[in-house]
Protein backbone atom coordinates (compact mmCIF):
# COMPACT_ATOMS: atom_id res chain seq x y z
CA UNK A 1 0.00 0.00 0.00
CA UNK A 2 0.99 3.52 -0.91
CA UNK A 3 0.07 6.40 1.04
CA UNK A 4 0.94 10.05 -0.09
CA UNK A 5 1.05 13.06 2.13
CA UNK A 6 2.48 16.96 2.08
CA UNK A 7 0.27 18.07 -0.32
CA UNK A 8 -1.59 21.91 -0.13
CA UNK A 9 -2.09 25.08 -1.05
CA UNK A 10 1.40 27.10 -2.07
CA UNK A 11 2.20 30.70 -3.58
CA UNK A 12 3.69 30.54 -6.97
CA UNK A 13 8.09 30.44 -6.01
CA UNK A 14 7.12 28.28 -2.98
CA UNK A 15 9.00 24.76 -2.57
CA UNK A 16 7.23 21.91 -1.35
CA UNK A 17 7.90 18.04 -0.22
CA UNK A 18 5.58 15.09 -0.78
CA UNK A 19 5.87 11.74 0.82
CA UNK A 20 5.08 8.36 0.11
CA UNK A 21 5.32 5.93 2.37
CA UNK A 22 5.14 2.13 1.83
CA UNK A 23 4.36 -0.62 3.86
CA UNK A 24 4.81 -4.41 3.31
CA UNK A 25 8.66 -5.64 3.03
CA UNK A 26 9.82 -4.80 -0.65
CA UNK A 27 10.14 -1.32 -0.75
CA UNK A 28 13.82 -1.60 -1.03
CA UNK A 29 13.25 -4.00 -4.15
CA UNK A 30 10.74 -1.72 -5.94
CA UNK A 31 11.69 1.54 -8.12
CA UNK A 32 9.14 4.61 -7.38
CA UNK A 33 7.76 7.07 -9.49
CA UNK A 34 5.44 10.35 -9.20
CA UNK A 35 3.09 11.12 -11.67
CA UNK A 36 0.39 14.16 -11.43
CA UNK A 37 -2.99 14.40 -13.09
CA UNK A 38 -5.12 17.60 -13.51
CA UNK A 39 -9.16 17.01 -13.81
CA UNK A 40 -9.81 16.40 -18.14
CA UNK A 41 -6.34 15.27 -19.03
CA UNK A 42 -4.16 12.57 -18.43
CA UNK A 43 -2.29 10.92 -16.20
CA UNK A 44 1.32 12.78 -16.57
CA UNK A 45 4.88 11.05 -15.62
CA UNK A 46 6.79 12.97 -13.31
CA UNK A 47 9.75 11.27 -11.66
CA UNK A 48 11.15 7.80 -11.04
CA UNK A 49 13.65 6.68 -8.69
CA UNK A 50 15.77 3.37 -8.54
CA UNK A 51 15.19 0.50 -6.03
CA UNK A 52 18.54 1.41 -4.78
CA UNK A 53 18.35 4.98 -5.43
CA UNK A 54 21.15 5.05 -7.52
CA UNK A 55 19.36 5.87 -11.07
CA UNK A 56 16.53 8.81 -11.50
CA UNK A 57 14.84 10.24 -14.43
CA UNK A 58 12.76 13.23 -14.18
CA UNK A 59 10.12 14.94 -16.83
CA UNK A 60 11.65 17.33 -19.15
CA UNK A 61 8.54 19.84 -17.68
CA UNK A 62 9.95 19.20 -14.15
CA UNK A 63 14.11 19.28 -14.35
CA UNK A 64 16.34 21.83 -12.04
CA UNK A 65 12.87 22.14 -9.88
CA UNK A 66 11.71 19.17 -9.06
CA UNK A 67 13.53 15.97 -7.52
CA UNK A 68 12.89 12.73 -6.36
CA UNK A 69 14.49 10.36 -3.71
CA UNK A 70 13.73 7.45 -1.61
CA UNK A 71 14.98 6.77 1.96
CA UNK A 72 14.94 2.18 2.03
CA UNK A 73 15.01 2.61 5.87
CA UNK A 74 11.75 4.58 6.41
CA UNK A 75 10.15 3.05 3.22
CA UNK A 76 9.30 6.37 2.16
CA UNK A 77 9.63 7.78 -1.44
CA UNK A 78 10.14 12.00 -1.64
CA UNK A 79 8.93 14.21 -4.40
CA UNK A 80 10.97 17.74 -3.99
CA UNK A 81 9.05 20.41 -5.45
CA UNK A 82 10.98 24.09 -5.76
CA UNK A 83 10.15 26.97 -7.79
CA UNK A 84 6.36 26.29 -7.66
CA UNK A 85 4.63 27.23 -10.39
CA UNK A 86 0.52 27.92 -11.32
CA UNK A 87 0.86 24.77 -13.82
CA UNK A 88 2.24 22.50 -11.10
CA UNK A 89 -1.61 22.56 -9.71
CA UNK A 90 -2.71 19.03 -9.63
CA UNK A 91 -2.89 15.60 -7.74
CA UNK A 92 0.10 13.70 -7.11
CA UNK A 93 -0.08 10.10 -7.15
CA UNK A 94 2.93 7.75 -6.67
CA UNK A 95 3.11 4.45 -7.94
CA UNK A 96 6.15 1.15 -7.72
CA UNK A 97 7.24 -1.44 -9.69
CA UNK A 98 9.14 -3.95 -9.48
CA UNK A 99 11.23 -2.92 -12.77
CA UNK A 100 13.32 0.70 -13.34
CA UNK A 101 12.34 1.00 -16.95
CA UNK A 102 11.41 3.98 -19.46
CA UNK A 103 8.36 4.35 -19.88
CA UNK A 104 7.43 3.26 -16.29
CA UNK A 105 4.91 0.58 -15.89
CA UNK A 106 3.67 0.39 -12.28
CA UNK A 107 1.67 -2.32 -10.68
CA UNK A 108 1.04 -0.40 -7.68
CA UNK A 109 -1.02 3.11 -6.66
CA UNK A 110 -1.34 5.91 -3.96
CA UNK A 111 -4.74 7.45 -3.47
CA UNK A 112 -2.89 11.16 -4.52
CA UNK A 113 -2.61 14.19 -2.81
CA UNK A 114 -3.57 17.53 -3.21
CA UNK A 115 -1.04 20.35 -4.59
CA UNK A 116 -2.52 23.97 -5.83
CA UNK A 117 -0.24 26.48 -6.99
CA UNK A 118 -1.68 30.23 -6.43
CA UNK A 119 0.18 32.93 -8.57
Known amino acids: QLVESGGRLVQAGDSLRLSCAAS????????MAWYRQVPGREREFVAL????????DTAESVQGRFSISRDNVKSTAYLEMNSLKPEDTAVYYC??????????????WGQGTQVTVSS
Open 95 to 108: ASSRYYSTPFNPDS
Open 24 to 31: GRTFSTRA
Open 49 to 56: ISSTGGGS
